[in-house]
Each structure stands twice: as C-alpha cells, then as structure tokens.
C-alpha cells in the first residue's frame, strides 16, 4: 500500500506525532487525527455549499494525497467529529457514498477547529507541507515495521 493509503489508526498515529511536543497530550485526550490536503478540503466544502455533486475522485484526491506537490498544505481533521468509527475511508465511502465521505471530513475540520478538548495551541498538531507529512508517514512506516522484525525475533 502506499503510504497514503494507511488505515486510519496508522494515520492518527501519524497525526499525534507530527505534533511532536503534544503527542502524548494528543493521545492522552483521545484525539483522533487524519491529514488531509487544504486545498481539496476547501474545493469540497465549495461544492458542498453550492449543492453540486462530489465525485469519488474529489474524495481521494482529498483522502490519499500520493500525487499532489509537495508544497501543497496539509491539515489536521478531528476524525471523532464524523460521528461514528471508521477503519479506513474506504469503508466511509462505502457507507456514506462519497458526497457523505466528504461532508465526514467537513465535520471532522470544524471539530478540530473547535478544539471541544481546549487544548493549547502550541500542543495541537499543527499543518505542515505534503512533503513532510510523507516523511512523518514514511519514519512511522519503518517503526511499525521494526516492531514487527522484533515481535518476530521472539
């Protein structure tokens, strides 16, 4: 799979360490954080609001963002404002269709935006480019991976 197309809980890891010096604080508060690209977020509420209808390629393009530029911003969604669980956005668009997917991850910025846990702003995770949300993945990849080598070892 490629590192876009994580599961939500290896997508919310990703999340609360981007934050670094919050992690924990982020964790301890049961955030549950998914990176998305700004600027299809923002196309989708657009389309949301003037009623117009939401391809499934506008909710990838917003969900797994392999292929936009690496200056391209992303930012923090609050995925407990969507209301009920998901493993992956997958199963969200597979439950809600993509126009309810979309409307999710609406809701999921605005409880961010929210901050419901009042938390400081220097612990909240915060936006930061395409390409260092790849490398947060890609180094949260590689731990995954040595705890598996390790539980394999024993």
Do not use: H
Not at 11 to 34: L, P
Not at 50 to 73: C, M, R, T, Y
Not at 117 to 132: F, Q, V
Request: glycine share 8%; aromatic share 6%.
């Amino acid at each position: 799979a490629s590192p876009a197309r994580l599961d939500f809980a290896r997508g919310r890891r990703s999340g609360a360490m981007a934050a670094e010096e919050g992690s924990a604080a982020a964790e301890a508060q049961g955030q549950d954080i998914f990176y998305v690209c700004k600027k299809s977020l923002a196309a989708l509420q657009e389309k949301l609001k003037k009623g117009e209808e939401i391809s499934q390629e506008a909710v990838n393009e917003l969900a797994f963002p392999d292929a936009i530029a690496d200056e391209e911003i992303m930012v923090p969604v609050d995925m407990r404002g969507v209301g009920q669980e998901f493993d992956d956005v997958e199963q969200m668009v597979e439950k809600l269709g993509a126009k309810g997917t979309a409307e999710a991850f609406v809701r999921a910025r605005e409880y961010f935006d929210a901050n419901k846990d009042k938390e400081p702003e220097e612990e909240r995770p915060k936006e930061m480019t395409a390409a260092e949300w790849r490398e947060v993945l890609t180094a949260d990849l590689g731990e995954g991976e040595e705890e598996e080598d390790l539980l394999e070892d024993e």
